[in-house]
């Protein structure tokens, strides 16, 4: 399987700086991302740490195992760098005062041929794209999540709640988290979204889905759902990782970075 990745990230219009962190790292397949919070610049800075530690840490593992390290040692390995890299940002809020309180969620993507192996930390998200059809494979930490769960709200009353930013799991606000990790098959044409809830509390799933099955090439695709979630109030940084799966002898890799800058 070839993939084909892009990423894009954008402050909106409502925020000065931009908390959020996006990365790839395209020879091992590696796609992260995380949106932070804290005062002042705490929340740019535990996002930032999430994601370079992340990538040098199990980038340098994936270089090591090669592609093809089985689910159970990818999983772990994953679960290691993020516990390390969850420690880092704790102990940094703690010997910082300027730092106190700083913490980030998480999605982080390996893709290996024709498996993905998914893990998520809070209330950003991974979306799928097969045949058309859009399907949120992660579920949020939320107290959103927990009150539809329990059958306390709807659907649509969630989504005019107040409480939309209210997580129940976090990367770096204690001295350990559990990351919750999923094996997705992956087939030709699968077309892959990790995002902040800048873009998933700007555009429903009908938006999101209309612009990943348009027609244009995959860092237009990026550009168009910035250029969205800016046009119904951008109130949140809006942060966007796409992975094309595609088969055949296409190079594979080809990144594009649109930073919105």
């Given at each position: 399987?070839?993939?084909e990745?892009?990423i894009r ?5 409502a ?6 962190s ?11 991302l995380?949106?932070g ?6 929340g740019e800075v535990?996002s930032?740490m999430?994601?370079?530690?992340i990538?040098?840490?199990l980038?340098r593992?994936?270089?090591?195992a090669g ?9 772990r390995?994953m679960e290691?760098?993020v ?6 940002i704790f102990?940094a ?5 300027q730092?106190?309180g700083?913490?980030?969620t ?5 893709f290996?041929?024709g498996?993905?192996?998914l893990?998520?930390i809070g ?13 949120q494979?992660t579920?949020?930490?939320s ?13 649509e009353q969630a989504?005019t ?17 559990l ?9 030709q044409?699968d077309?892959?979204?990790m995002?902040?809830?800048g873009?998933s509390d700007m555009?429903d799933?009908?938006?999101i889905?209309?612009?990943?099955a348009s027609d244009?090439p995959?860092?237009q695709?990026?550009v168009?759902l910035?250029?969205?979630a800016?046009?119904?109030?951008g109130?949140?940084?809006i942060s966007?990782?796409?992975?094309q799966?595609n ?6 890799g080809?990144?594009?970075?649109w930073?919105?800058?």
């Amino acid at each position: 399987m070839n993939y084909e990745f892009c990423i894009r990230t954008d402050p909106g219009l409502a925020r000065e700086n931009n908390e959020d962190s996006v990365t790839v790292d395209e020879a091992t397949r590696l796609g992260i991302l995380a949106d932070g919070m804290g005062g002042y610049n705490a929340g740019e800075v535990a996002s930032g740490m999430a994601t370079t530690f992340i990538k040098s840490e199990l980038g340098r593992w994936l270089a090591q195992a090669g592609r093809h390290a089985n689910a159970r040692e990818v999983r772990r390995a994953m679960e290691i760098c993020v516990d390390n890299a969850n420690r880092s940002i704790f102990n940094a809020a703690n010997s910082n005062p300027q730092y106190s309180g700083m913490g980030t969620t998480l999605v982080v993507g390996v893709f290996q041929d024709g498996r993905l192996m998914l893990g998520h930390i809070g209330d950003s998200r991974c979306y799928r794209l097969r045949n058309n059809v859009l399907e949120q494979i992660t579920k949020d930490h939320s107290l959103l999540q927990e009150q539809m769960d329990a059958g306390l709200i709807t659907p649509e009353q969630a989504a005019t709640s107040t409480n939309k930013n209210l997580v129940t799991r976090a990367l770096g606000v204690e001295d350990a988290v559990l990351l919750e990790v999923n094996e997705h098959r992956v087939e030709q044409g699968d077309l892959y979204l990790m995002c902040s809830d800048g873009l998933s509390d700007m555009l429903d799933d009908g938006a999101i889905a209309n612009i990943l099955a348009s027609d244009v090439p995959l860092e237009q695709k990026s550009v168009q759902l910035v250029d969205a979630a800016n046009a119904n109030g951008g109130r949140d940084n809006i942060s966007v990782f796409l992975a094309q799966a595609n088969s055949g002898s296409k190079k594979r890799g080809l990144i594009s970075r649109w930073l919105g800058q």
